[in-house]
């Protein structure tokens, strides 16, 4: 019994490097494509004899990925802000107070959550339209909100329900806390682990956002970096190095986002899904 536990253990192992080396290749050719000179037809796979910086910069200046990253930074900064604040204060009383009606406003939310957001783009193009408001960051900021709402309910609600012991709260009601207060001096700060979930997968769909970008922030000012890399691209087909830094430095972000809340994210996913 111990050897077949012993034997599975190293097939999953394997698994799960190969997994990661599928994952990896991609990045390893990206960082060699985007080091090498231009004019430099070396393989893919070969890292260059020397580095060479000079895609970056011209990568940054052609791109105008200067004004896309502000722009990009601020829509998902506020998002991010507005989706951990009122979504952790929204799931609150839908996880501790199990009425009818709350039952009912949360499992609309998990409905909500089934339905392509892209089906909503024409009625929606056509009141911010009417409403004056193309090209603005409110547009971006109300529709990422919107559109990840439901998921930040459904974790912090999971989360709140499976984790968090209720005695806590009854503990500091008998102190005299309000409940806004004891939700942000008790509660709050025990939901680190779910938070950094709902961060990295809000901030990283945010981030890359391309279909409603396209349409919303159509001036060249106001694009963000997904618009800004793809009329790049399609500009510098030629010159696999410019793009491939350009893109590099897009990634880099996230991927240092990811890196600093990794512990927390699996943790908060799982717990964060165990109630419904």
């Not at 930074?73 to 199990?98: C, D, K, N, W």
């Amino acid at each position: 019994m111990d050897h077949l536990s012993k034997k599975k253990k190293q097939l999953l192992t394997i698994l799960a490097a190969v997994v990661t080396l599928f994952h990896i290749v991609p990045f390893y050719i990206l960082i060699t494509t985007s080091l090498k000179a231009k004019g430099d037809f070396s393989s893919k796979w070969a890292f260059p004899d020397y580095f060479s910086l000079t895609n970056f910069t011209e990568a940054w200046e052609k791109a105008s990925l200067g004004s896309a990253f502000i722009n990009t930074i601020i829509i998902t900064v506020v998002s991010a802000v507005l989706l951990i604040m009122l979504g952790s204060m929204a799931a609150y009383p839908l996880a501790r107070r199990q009425t009818k009606l709350n039952k009912f406003v949360y499992f609309l939310f998990i409905a909500i959550m089934i339905i392509p957001p892209l089906t909503a783009l024409v009625p929606l193009y056509k009141m911010v339209v009417n409403m004056g408001m193309m090209n603005t960051y409110d547009i971006a900021i109300l529709n990422n909100v919107a559109a990840f709402m439901p998921l930040t309910i459904f974790l912090y609600a999971g989360f709140i329900r499976s984790t968090i012991p209720k005695e806590l709260e009854e503990a500091a009601r008998i102190d005299g806390a309000s409940t806004l207060g004891t939700f942000f001096k008790i509660v709050f700060p025990l939901l680190k682990p779910v938070t950094a979930s709902v961060l990295i997968i809000a901030c990283v769909f945010i981030w890359n956002d391309y279909q409603f970008a396209i349409f919303f922030l159509q001036d060249k000012e106001m694009q963000t970096i997904t618009v800004a890399l793809a009329s790049f691209f399609g500009q510098n087909q030629n010159n696999l190095s410019l793009v491939a830094a350009a893109a590099l430095m897009a990634m880099l972000p996230m991927t240092i986002l990811f890196l600093f809340l990794q512990k927390y994210f699996i943790a908060g996913l799982s717990s964060g899904s165990v109630k419904g």
